[in-house]
């Protein structure tokens, strides 16, 4: 039997971000008989998925650090990789990717780098560390071919590749279509029920969501539940509640699509910084019966199953996870053109897309989807079907197998050429 490849996954911290959540959903369609994956992070926080990585076959490690600590922690990490031998190093965003070049530098182990978002959107000291220690890698993945650009328009004056020139290769976000289906009859077990989530309130509550026949609930309970009329239009999203997504501006047009469509509602799926500030533009706007914050759930698939519309306000992107999900679900998507977004939905049969700052036009497609029926179902179905033939998780595997192959294959190479 031939030895296993050892994978490990280097990243900052285990949140519940997009770039997180691939680690165990590509994991889980690997060939597990092939490679054998590890994890290592370094900053502990709450509503973190080590349980979905180590349920999808991951050995998770953690060695506790904040982000400048990162460089103290090189020979820690080189010597973890050398107890367990491991064959590739694969990191995940800036400071993650920083650290195992200098991990790599006195190693002979490849280092896969997967690059999430374009490099203007990063601080200084993330842009500029990424960018002077970028040429100590084998390879980095781009998850758009906008991200990919963003890359080589900022490598431009840097020899980029060990030894040679930089390879960039663009593997797209994909998902898991089998898994994310529309359920006609979105079902859950809520141990936390609480009336707090009735009427509009804006107090996150975690759903124990348990999707099995036996105690499927109907979806006009689960709508209920939070407090949502189960005749009314939904428009939601699945994020991170932070800068990037500007949900202030997502809540100004949801205020201005409930001027001309009354009885729609808005669902909100995720938690952050932002939080706070947008309860209070809730409730200040006196439309408060109309929104729903339900808190980070581990199980998506039921919200984005009572979603009509999926909304995006983002300023920048990589290639958005939730969007997929959303997409595979039958959900058309209205959104900014931002990051990797422009190459997935095709404008006028997914959904509608706008520039970055042509957010207002946002409004009026909602608008348009939630009066015509016929339109909304035509999407709906397209949406699904330009995930399932182009961006499915089967796909990214492959390309990623093939990475993980061919960069072992190079070292095997040298070993022998050197011997």
């Not at 506790?64 to 820690?76: A, E, I, M, T």
């Not at 999430?116 to 084998?138: A, C, E, I």
């Not at 309970?221 to 800068?243: C, H, Q, T, W």
């Not at 949900?247 to 001309?260: E, M, T």
Request: charged fraction near 25%.
């Amino acid at each position: 039997m031939n030895k296993k490849i050892k994978i490990l996954h280097l990243i900052k911290s285990l949140g519940r971000g997009g770039a997180e959540k691939l680690i165990p959903e590509t994991a889980l369609m690997h060939d597990q008989e092939h490679f054998e994956f590890h994890c290592l992070y370094f900053y502990q926080q709450k509503n973190n998925i080590v349980d979905e990585l180590e349920a999808a076959g991951i050995q998770v490690h953690l060695i506790p650090s904040s982000n400048l600590g990162l460089f103290f922690q090189v020979r820690k990490v080189r010597a973890f990789a050398k107890e367990l031998g491991i064959d590739i190093i694969h990191a995940h965003l800036p400071w993650a990717g920083i650290l195992s070049r200098f991990v790599g530098n006195k190693l002979n182990i490849p280092i896969v780098y997967t690059e999430h978002n374009t490099w203007d959107r990063y601080n200084k000291v993330s842009y500029w560390g990424n960018r002077m220690s970028f040429k100590n890698q084998d390879i980095a993945i781009a998850v758009s071919n906008e991200v990919a650009l963003s890359m080589q328009l900022n490598s431009m004056i840097d020899p980029y590749k060990r030894g040679g020139r930089m390879k960039i290769k663009v593997i797209q976000n994909g998902v898991n279509t089998e898994v994310f289906r529309r359920m006609s009859d979105a079902g859950c077990r809520m141990s936390d029920a609480d009336t707090s989530l009735r009427g509009g309130s804006t107090t996150p509550k975690q759903f124990d969501l348990n999707i099995t026949p036996s105690n499927l609930r109907p979806k006009d309970k689960l709508i209920s539940s939070i407090g949502i009329p189960p005749e009314a239009k939904v428009i939601g999203i699945v994020a991170v509640f932070r800068d990037q997504k500007r949900l202030w501006v997502w809540i100004d047009l949801a205020l201005k699509i409930l001027q001309r469509c009354e009885n729609t509602h808005f669902l909100l799926v995720g938690d952050g910084e932002w939080r706070s500030r947008l309860e209070k533009q809730i409730v200040e706007s006196g439309k408060s019966a109309h929104f729903h914050l339900v808190g980070v759930q581990k199980q998506v698939i039921p919200y984005l199953s009572l979603m009509d519309i999926y909304l995006s306000t983002s300023e920048f992107e990589g290639l958005p996870i939730a969007m997929l999900e959303a997409m595979s679900c039958e959900v058309p998507v209205v959104s900014t053109r931002a990051g990797g977004i422009g190459e997935v939905v095709q404008h006028g049969v997914q959904g509608f897309l706008s520039e970055i700052e042509e957010y207002d036009e946002l409004a009026d497609y909602c608008i348009e989807l939630i009066t015509h029926p016929t339109l909304h179902q035509r999407m709906a179905t397209a949406a699904r079907k330009r995930v399932v033939e182009h961006f499915s998780m089967k796909r990214m595997v492959e390309e990623l197998e093939g990475v993980y192959d061919s960069v072992i294959g190079r070292i095997e190479t040298t070993k022998t050429f050197t011997n």
